[in-house]
């Protein structure tokens, strides 16, 4: 899977193993830390389902500019199968579909349907897509050095902001840190900043949070035509 689309999805689309690799101690952290990381932990043991509303600035420290994408997100648990639908409606129409462990990306101005398999990376692409979204609170300890930075008001929001580093080399070369401003009262993330050794970052913001309602199977579902043409890029 080409590297450009495991960092287009961390925002959601959201490190290394997170959720499968070994557990760290629980004793590393603060009592703020852990009070917010036990609220998570709540919520991803009661986790089915989510959908939001998000903004997805795209900083490219090169040109100094910033590219802007609008949409809705889904996520469930489909039986042991990580669904997440991601529908972007500005400025240009695209569904992002992440199941059955590969990733369609469908361009309806196009009538392309674009199909990456993550393959050996499918544990760090699932990671990254519940992080902040039905992902444990003590599972970040396991990929990330995590610190609690303090509360901050996002979007009328009294939040909990952590600064997550990845503890992989591997994932380093690609993320500097991860910003998180997770909601306490709910247990979920509603900004997420990624940096990039680049300079270049992502932030996230997500609104009109909703856990656990009943989403339609059509949703997760690519609305293609008859004469959708499909592309699996190598490498």
């Known amino acids: 899977m080409k590297r450009s689309i495991l960092i287009g999805l961390t925002l959601v689309l959201a490190a290394a193993g997170a959720l499968l690799a070994q557990a760290a101690p629980k004793a590393q952290a603060s009592p703020a830390l852990e009070k917010i990381l036990n609220r998570m932990d709540e919520t991803a043991a009661k986790f089915r389902a989510a959908q939001a509303d998000f903004v997805w600035e795209q900083f490219q420290s090169v040109v100094k500019e910033t590219d802007t994408q609008k949409g809705k997100v889904y996520f469930r648990w489909a039986t042991k199968d990580l669904q997440m639908m991601a ?42 897509l519940v992080l902040g979204f039905g992902g444990g609170g003590h599972d970040l300890l396991k990929s990330f050095d995590v610190k609690y930075e303090g509360s901050e008001n996002v979007g009328g929001v009294q939040t909990t902001k952590l600064d997550l580093l990845p ?40 609104s009109d949070i909703q856990l656990n309602q009943k989403l339609p199977d059509n949703i997760f579902k690519l609305k293609t035509t008859g004469k959708t043409k499909v592309v699996s890029p190598q490498g």
């Open 87 to 128: 529908n972007i409606q500005d400025p240009t129409q695209k569904n992002v579909l992440y199941s059955d462990g590969k990733v369609q990306v469908y361009q309806p101005t196009i009538d392309q349907v674009t199909v990456y398999a993550p393959g050996k990376n499918r544990a760090d692409v699932e990671s990254f």
């Open 167 to 206: 503890k992989s080399p591997r994932v380093r070369n690609m993320f500097d840190h991860i910003l998180m401003w997770v909601d306490p009262a709910r247990g979920v993330s509603v900004q997420q900043q990624v940096f990039e050794p680049s300079g270049d970052f992502r932030l996230a913001k997500y």
